[in-house]
């Protein structure tokens, strides 16, 4: 993995996106993370790296992992306002990007803003939209271990034992718990008006969706997928809110496949 930080200009101002690379060759991937931080993607793409010909590029969301968050950054919006210039910045071209939790929210806006440098997009049990009678979990409210039966299929392979944090560990965890609360914006994880932009979106669009998922159910992802046209919806079993961390190995070619038919270089050759 290689580390490289990246001046993103916007109208508002600059910031620097520190952006890290997995793998040298192949499909350019634009993975983005959760609010659980980097740390929930960056085995999974060092994984696809290892068994495709991929280059996977994880930004950090700025506040994130110690990064620098300017005061005008504070909703998802913006964000993926961001990585479409960071798209431009890094010239990638038939990028396909991939989300999770509120990195799906990003992964949609940023279809919505419909990015010729984009080639599909896949969003694995992605927040962002309201769907009636499906409401997203409050994780703010939950200790580590509710959120953790929340979150995955099998709990137990995940524990979590706050005590052995270090004191550096616990100030990154408590930034970044702030930073999403930020992103997360005032309707709890959700932006009222994004299923009218998704209606717009052009990309081909996977929708993926961890059958076991307590966060966000799987009918709150059928519902996302109903909102954008023509998308696909999948659902894996054996599974959470984080398929990428619980079980790699399912997602992985799901993914991939899904990248590879809608591979636009590829399909111009």
């Keep these: 993995m290689t580390r490289s930080t990246h001046t993103i200009p916007l109208d508002q101002g600059t910031l620097d996106v520190a952006v890290d690379l997995h793998g040298q060759r192949g499909r ?7 609010g659980g931080g980097p740390q929930t993607v960056a085995p999974f793409a060092g994984l696809l790296a290892e068994q495709r010909p991929a280059r996977v590029f994880t930004p950090v969301h700025p506040g994130f992992d110690g990064t620098d968050r300017p005061d005008w950054l504070t909703d998802v919006t913006t964000l993926a306002q961001v990585y479409a210039r960071l798209l431009d910045a890094l010239d990638l071209r038939g990028v396909a990007v991939v989300g999770n939790s509120i990195g799906g929210w990003i992964a949609a806006e940023l279809a919505a803003l419909g990015s010729d440098r984009i080639s599909g997009v ?5 927040v962002g939209i309201q769907a009636p009678g499906h409401p997203i979990a409050d994780t703010f409210s939950l200790t580590p271990a509710e959120l953790s039966r929340l979150s995955f299929h099998d709990p137990s392979k995940f524990r979590f034992d706050p005590s052995t944090l270090t004191e550096a560990q616990r100030t990154v965890m408590a930034a970044n718990r702030a930073t999403l609360q930020v992103y997360s914006g005032p309707n709890a994880m959700a932006d009222p008006t994004l299923t009218d932009r998704l209606a717009k979106v052009a990309h081909p669009t996977l929708v993926a969706w961890g059958a076991s998922d307590q966060v966000v159910d799987a009918d709150y992802g059928r519902a996302y997928a109903q909102a954008i046209p023509d998308a696909e919806f999948r659902l894996l079993e054996g599974t959470g809110h984080m398929p990428q961390a619980e079980t790699p190995e399912q997602l992985l070619p799901v993914l991939w ?4 038919a809608h591979d636009t270089d590829r399909l111009q050759h």
């Design 28 to 34: 350019p991937f634009l993975l983005l993370h959760g």
């Design 122 to 126: 896949i969003l694995v049990n992605a």
């Design 257 to 260: 496949d899904f990248a590879d």
